[in-house]
């Protein structure tokens, strides 16, 4: 991330076909190609959540990333919340 640019957080939950079709891989995958820090994870009612933090642009395109999300994902809605951050390094799959 460019110097002295501020870091933005946002929390995205992504509904639909989401589970099983390797969206939390791409999704770290697309994060570490942008420069995004944070992490994803599967949740119980068959969602996916995401938490990106970085530069406004490169967040912005995870959010982005996340409407279409992998080939065989077939996304119905995403809700995007912003969060303040917590100064997270990497990107990692969670349980």
Same mark, same amino acid.
């Given at each position: ?9 946002r929390?995205?939950?992504?509904? #639909?076909r989401?589970?099983?079709? $390797? @969206?939390?891989? &791409?999704?770290?995958s697309?994060?570490?190609r !942008?420069?995004?820090?944070g992490?994803?994870r599967?949740r119980? #009612?068959g969602?996916?959540?995401? $938490? @990106?933090?970085g &530069? ?6 995870? !959010? ?22 917590h100064g ?8």
């Amino acid at each position: 991330m460019p110097a002295g640019e501020p870091t933005i957080c946002r929390r995205v939950v992504v509904e #639909g076909r989401v589970q099983g079709v $390797w @969206f939390r891989d &791409s999704c770290r995958s697309e994060s570490e190609r !942008v420069g995004v820090a944070g992490w994803v994870r599967n949740r119980w #009612g068959g969602e996916v959540e995401a $938490w @990106f933090e970085g &530069s406004e642009t490169s967040v912005e395109a995870m !959010v982005a990333w996340c409407r279409h999300g992998p080939p065989r994902a077939i996304v119905t809605k995403v809700s995007v919340n912003t969060e303040p951050p917590h100064g997270l390094t990497g990107f990692r799959i969670t349980a």
